[in-house]
């Protein structure tokens, strides 16, 4: 069974520090998602990465992936306020089209203090 | 314009009730899923469906039971409520011929047992 683990699960972080969110799974897929979560709302895609070493930005997140040591870590620089919000890790498994599923990590709630 | 949408967004009922919860996209997508989100924030698949045929069925209570009536629908309707179902569901679809596309989420409908 897969497994996907996310650290830490709570973070408290001042604007403008840099930290690192880091997901750990249990199987060689490629396929790793992050997801953000407002509270009360839906989950919104924020990265798509389907290779070794892929590494993509968005602003203040940047997320990577190596596949070798099944790690995930989404890093976060200069915080502000607006990103907090919580952030789940999910895995991709699965061949054909509707058998494809994503097991999520437990997610990570940031919160960025002034 | 919504692409993945959900009704209702909130349902509160008694336990032993039956209720349904709707799911349509307007992506054109040909496989949907089926989540569930617990208090604590764990994001669980309950199932999938790959132009209206059922593929995943997570070991879930049989009370539960999805319909597809087309590729853009998904419906849950639960029987005989219980406490342990209140949670909060979240309908998603992708492309499931695209290979390992992203999914996209609905804003979830929150559902209280009482």
């Known amino acids: 069974e897969l497994k996907v683990e996310q650290n830490p699960l709570f973070l408290s972080m001042q604007e403008g520090k840099n930290y690192t969110i880091y997901c750990n799974y249990s199987t060689t897929s490629d396929r790793l998602y992050w997801y953000r979560q407002d509270p009360g709302k839906s989950l919104e895609s924020l990265f798509v990465?389907?290779?070794?070493?892929a590494v993509k930005q968005e602003g203040r997140l940047m997320a990577s992936l190596d596949t070798k040591a099944r790690l995930s870590t989404l890093h976060i620089t200069a915080a502000v306020h607006d990103l907090s919000a919580t952030y789940f890790c999910?895995?991709?498994?699965?061949?054909?089209?509707?058998?494809?599923?994503?097991?999520f990590g437990k997610g990570t709630k940031l919160s960025v203090i002034p | 314009d919504t692409a993945v949408s959900q009704t209702p967004k909130y349902l509160v009922t008694q336990m032993g009730n039956d209720k349904s919860i709707k799911c349509e996209q307007n992506?054109?997508?040909?496989?949907m899923y089926w989540y569930k989100q617990d208090s604590k924030k764990f994001l669980k698949i309950m199932f999938s469906y790959n132009n209206k045929e059922l593929i995943i069925n997570e070991t879930v209570p049989n009370r539960f039971s999805p319909k597809s009536p087309d590729k853009a629908h998904l419906n849950l309707h639960i029987n005989s409520l219980e406490l342990g179902d209140s949670a909060v569901y979240f309908c998603a679809s992708r492309m499931g011929l695209a290979g390992v596309s992203e999914q996209f989420f609905g804003p979830g409908t929150r559902l209280t047992v009482l």
């Open positions: 992506l054109g997508h040909d496989t």
């Open positions: 999910a895995v991709g498994e699965g061949s054909g089209a509707g058998s494809y599923q994503l097991t």
């Open positions: 990465l389907l290779s070794n070493g």
